[in-house]
């Protein structure tokens, strides 16, 4: 095995994904972009991310918390440990207040000129381990008497009773979910972590036309006493398909950075990582669509020098086949490209290269063909990390 050190494991996934929206815009339209003088389909890498992060957290078996509404979490907490709504609610208020974070009171639905005591909206959103939640609680269940005696949260120059170094030091606290995709939280001096994971915006191989889909619902009772025409409900809403590329990369160094000389937690996590984002799929309209496909080709590849996309092997955009489909031009365009690029650069560099497909049996320039996602994951892993006695995919 080259004994030249890995650094990164790149990822990319052809996939062809029929009628959806998986990614909507603040109008609910398909997100696109202009690439190579073309328009083509877009989903962002956040919403991506978000569904990798959320299979991933299943397979890791832990989970971490993104909110605004911390103070909240905690207050069901306590209520859950027999404390009284009101004093778990200012419990709760005290948490969300007792840190460097700005924040602000959340306004009663029915006269948003009101604001609600206690229920505290912070200006940043924290991103902690579920665990965190549990350790909060404690703490107030550490200050109940103070608690007791203090006064509401009501304005946001209101200070907590409750120590701010302590609330901060949980804050602080991360997992595994945090090592790998990151935390930015500035108000809280060092509880930023560098990310190992960069996810790209997927985008279409081809051009594509965003559709309109026109809809109408029935009225169940007006359909049954046919007693007026015209349908109970009509609108419509925006498609679109295609052949998508999707591209993602693990920084090796930075993981390890952050988790320390620990192959075993770095196997785990990176394998996870990887089996989530080629199953993943982002979820909007998914009960009108069920766009529930798998992806056609995914190759990895584990390099020493830097990450290597290959989203340039679409700037000149994938003409359909003579019979239809744009999925066997767009993997011969990969595999061409990433062969010219590669020599470009030096195949010294790549060590380890593989791929896998639903459907082609042969291909130049990805490496060497594996039988499954599993196996493909396993021989990358093996090659970066080096060879585990649990180190299987997950």
């Excluded at 650094?7 to 609910?28: E, Y």
């Excluded at 107030?140 to 103070?146: I, K, L, R, S, V």
């Amino acid at each position: 095995m080259n004994s030249t050190p890995a650094r990164f494991i790149d990822i990319h996934i052809l996939q062809s994904v029929p009628f959806a929206n998986l990614n909507r815009d603040d109008t609910n339209s398909v997100k696109t972009v202009q690439y190579g003088n073309t328009l083509r389909t877009r989903v962002s890498s956040q919403s991506w991310k978000r569904a990798a992060r959320e299979v991933f957290q299943e397979r890791i078996g832990y989970a971490a918390l993104r909110t605004r509404r911390i103070g909240e979490r905690v207050t069901a907490e306590l209520e859950g440990r027999g404390w009284s709504a009101a004093l778990a609610q200012r419990a709760g208020g005290h948490i969300a207040a007792g840190s460097s974070i700005k924040f602000e009171l959340a306004k009663k639905k029915d006269d948003p000129a009101q604001i609600v005591p206690n229920k505290v909206l912070t200006n940043a959103m924290v991103y902690v381990p579920e665990s965190a939640v549990a350790e909060l609680a404690d703490l107030a269940d550490e200050h109940q008497a103070a608690l007791a005696a203090a006064g509401d949260i009501k304005k946001p120059a209101d200070k907590s009773v409750l120590p701010k170094d302590r609330i901060e030091q949980v804050l602080r606290s991360r997992n595994g979910v945090i090592n790998l995709f990151g935390r930015m939280l500035a108000e809280v001096d060092d509880a930023g972590v560098d990310g190992s994971v960069q996810v790209a915006h997927a985008l279409t191989t081809h051009q594509t036309d965003v559709e309109l889909d026109y809809f109408s619902a029935v009225d169940d009772i007006t359909a049954a006493w046919q007693d007026s025409t015209g349908s109970g409900h009509m609108g419509h809403t925006e498609f679109s398909a295609g052949t998508f590329y999707r591209y993602a990369t693990v920084d090796l160094r930075d993981l390890a950075a952050n988790i320390g000389d620990d192959t075993d937690a770095a196997w785990e996590l990176v394998g996870a990582f990887l089996s989530a984002f080629i199953e993943s799929l982002p979820q909007a309209k998914k009960n009108s669509t069920a766009p529930h496909t798998i992806p056609d080709l995914v190759h990895l590849s584990v390099r020493s020098d830097r990450p290597l996309s290959f989203a340039a092997a679409f700037e000149r955009p994938v003409r359909g086949a003579a019979e239809g489909g744009f999925m066997d031009g767009s993997i011969r365009q990969l595999d061409t490209y990433a062969q010219a690029a590669n020599k470009l650069l030096g195949s010294g560099r790549i060590l380890a290269s593989g791929w896998t497909s639903v459907q082609v049996q042969k291909l130049t320039g990805l490496g060497t063909r594996r039988d499954s996602f599993d196996e493909l994951i396993t021989h990358a892993l093996d090659t970066a990390l080096g060879q585990q006695s649990a180190g299987t995919a997950v």
